[in-house]
């Protein structure tokens, strides 16, 4: 009786009391605790905790306004963690903003060390100046490691060589989602930096530990595109898998950079498909091309 009493109470009471936080309208709540803001620059995973919040990738240094206002449609607490997916500025372009408000930065050692120092993206032909030593990742890791905020065990694992040499796929283990960060592409021709690290071989790897932590029910979140389930991520397992075969055996036939790019092995993917098939190709061939000379050797 004291129960239904209890209950009946605070169903009456609560809602006028604590009206539930409305969230921004470009936030969507994923699964136990986890919401996703779909940002201007990538996805932002956002876990409120008790002490603070702790968000997946922190976008572009002119999307912070964008991110802080997605965080606090969730919570009132402030960002207590960043998780960098990697070094790319669309990613870890607000650490310095979330660092000077008292954010601990963490990352995949490598993502500290290419912000340590100036990066040429040879991709885009521009120069990246280092981040200043207050504003770099304060804690790192080398190959996996486990964050706590109550209930929720937040495993980071890196994917080596996979869209950079510094990928870090986040499982939220209770929640059932997981951050894919950039080695995932939503309906999006990928992007894989040579020049960072990058490759074709450990971009299959990644996606192939993220099938194997994940069931009917896990969203998975792509860096960028719509949030996803197993079953999208393994669709395009097989495109990249497809592609990747048809160049790897146009590499070993002695097939030109050109020549693989002008027989256009990604052409049954373009349907509703958006980024750069060329330089998706490019960049799978530069792979192969590496592993050949390196077999020959
Ligand atoms: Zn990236």
Redesign the pocket.
Known sequence: MMRFVWRLALGLSLPAIIPAPALAADVQRLAGNVSVLIGTSSNVLILPGKAGVLIVDDQRRSDVAETLAGVASVSPLPVRTVIDT?W?L??SGGNAAFAAAGARIVAQRNVRLRRASEQYMVAYNSHIPPDPPEALPSLVYDDRLVLREGAEAIELIHLPNA??DGDTLVHFRKANVIAM??VFFNHIFP?I?RGSGGSIQGMIKGVDVALAMSDKRTRIVP?HGPVASRADLLTYRTMLATVARSVRQQVRAGRTAKEVVASHPAAAYRAGMEGEEDRFVEAIYDSYRDENIHHRL
């Open positions: 990697h790319h669309d990613h869209h950079t960060g950039d992007f930096d860096a």
